[in-house]
């Protein structure tokens, strides 16, 4: 069964620094997904950034970019001139693909709660 | 990416009583998930919802507690049954999967008292 550990329950940063939460996952499969969630206060899920296990490239989406370790099983999320805005729970999540290419569930892991400064 | 209405937002209930939750999607989607947050908590899977079959539950998720409907590709409804105050939580639907990633709804926080 896959799993995903997220192994920082909080974290603070100053307004415009760079944070880097961590997300760990165990998997035997060799196709899927990765995908980093944000949840603020008003619940509502937001995704922040997705990885395709076969690209080697990192993905980046402006200020948000992920380091991939496929071997290693390591998907963490830099976050760069953090904002106000960015405080939140940060949800690291796997989805397997399915070989009919149909949808498949998330698994997510525990959740790094952002904490930024002014 | 596809759009979710769910209601309620939040409700307030009596323990041993039942509520509904439903979700909206703007478009036809094929899977829909139904995800229980429990205060403090991850996201944790109940079932995932086919149009046309029976909604299949995740272990620690039956079918008696949790009825699922799916009428057709854009609506389902989640029940929660007999309701103690353990199943406080928030309860979110999702839609979606690759390449786009998937579309939750805004949540119902249901407290039970």
């Known amino acids: 069964a896959q799993t995903v550990t997220q192994s920082q329950p909080e974290m603070s940063v100053q307004e415009a620094e760079t944070v880097t939460l961590s997300c760990t996952y165990d998997?035997?499969?060799?196709?899927?997904?990765l995908f980093w969630y944000k949840q603020p206060p008003s619940r509502q899920m937001i995704l922040v950034i997705r990885?395709?296990?076969?690209?080697?490239q990192n993905a980046t989406e402006n200020r948000f970019s992920v380091n991939f370790q496929k071997a290693a099983k390591s998907f963490s999320l830099k976050i760069s001139d953090s904002q106000l805005g960015d405080t939140a729970m940060y949800f690291c999540?796997?989805?397997?693909?399915?070989?009919?290419?149909?949808?498949?569930?998330?698994?997510f892991g525990t959740g790094t709660l952002l904490a930024v400064q002014p | 990416s596809a759009v979710i209405s769910q209601k309620p937002s939040r409700d307030i209930c009596q323990r041993g009583t039942s509520l509904t939750i439903q979700c909206q999607v703007d478009?036809?989607?094929?899977?829909m998930f139904w995800y229980r947050q429990q205060p403090g908590q991850s996201l944790t899977l109940i079932a995932t919802?086919?149009?046309?079959?029976?909604?299949?539950?995740e272990s620690g998720f039956v079918i008696d507690k949790f009825p699922i409907s799916r009428p057709n590709l854009t609506f389902s409804t989640l029940t929660v049954s007999n309701m103690s105050p353990e199943d406080s939580s928030i309860y979110l639907c999702?839609?979606?999967?690759?390449?786009?990633?998937?579309?939750f709804g805004s949540g119902t926080r249901l407290t039970v008292v």
């Open positions: 999702s839609v979606g999967g690759t390449p786009n990633g998937y579309t």
């Open positions: 998997t035997s499969e060799n196709n899927y997904y």
């Open positions: 990885q395709e296990a076969y690209k080697q």
């Open positions: 999540a796997f989805m397997n693909l399915r070989g009919d290419g149909a949808t498949n569930k998330l698994i």
């Open positions: 478009s036809q989607v094929t899977m």
């Open positions: 919802a086919n149009q046309g079959s029976e909604a299949t539950y």
